[in-house]
Nanobody, 121 residues
Framework: QEELVESGGGLVQSGGSLRLSCAAS????????MGWYRQAPGKERELVAS???????NYADSVKGRATISRDNAKNTVYLQMSALKPEDSGVYYC???????????????WGQGTLVTVSS
């Protein structure tokens, strides 16, 4: 059974908006932080936005002011709302659940399968 399932990707015109959803297992959602990463062809995966289990949000500089991450605790779902999309926002977007598992700070991460976002110019 998949622990993280993304949806909402697709083809969007430059300047448009979209909302990605990540349906999580109860175990994954109870981690310390949920995040959205993206990976463009030939580039490393990068963090786009994250939200902790107490609601603290962080954003990559490249999406600040254009992205909002939120979580629905009743549905075990995390969302990423993006607007004013640019071609450089294109890539595979991955949902991530992160949990610190011991006092030394060891981390366990779970990844979704990814959803493709293509922004046309």
């Amino acid at each position: 059974q998949e622990e993280l399932v993304e949806s909402g990707g697709g083809l969007v015109q430059s300047g448009g908006s979209l909302r990605l959803s990540c349906a999580a297992s109860r175990r994954a959602f109870r981690g310390d932080r949920m995040g959205w990463y993206r990976q463009a062809p030939g580039k490393e995966r990068e963090l786009v936005a994250s939200i902790s289990n107490d609601g603290v949000r962080n954003y990559a500089d490249s999406v600040k002011g254009r992205a909002t991450i939120s979580r629905d605790n009743a549905k075990n779902t995390v969302y990423l709302q993006m607007s004013a999309l640019k071609p450089e926002d294109s890539g595979v977007y991955y949902c991530n659940a992160r949990t610190v598992v011991n006092v030394e700070g060891a981390i366990v991460e779970v990844w979704g399968q990814g959803t493709l976002v293509t922004v046309s110019s």
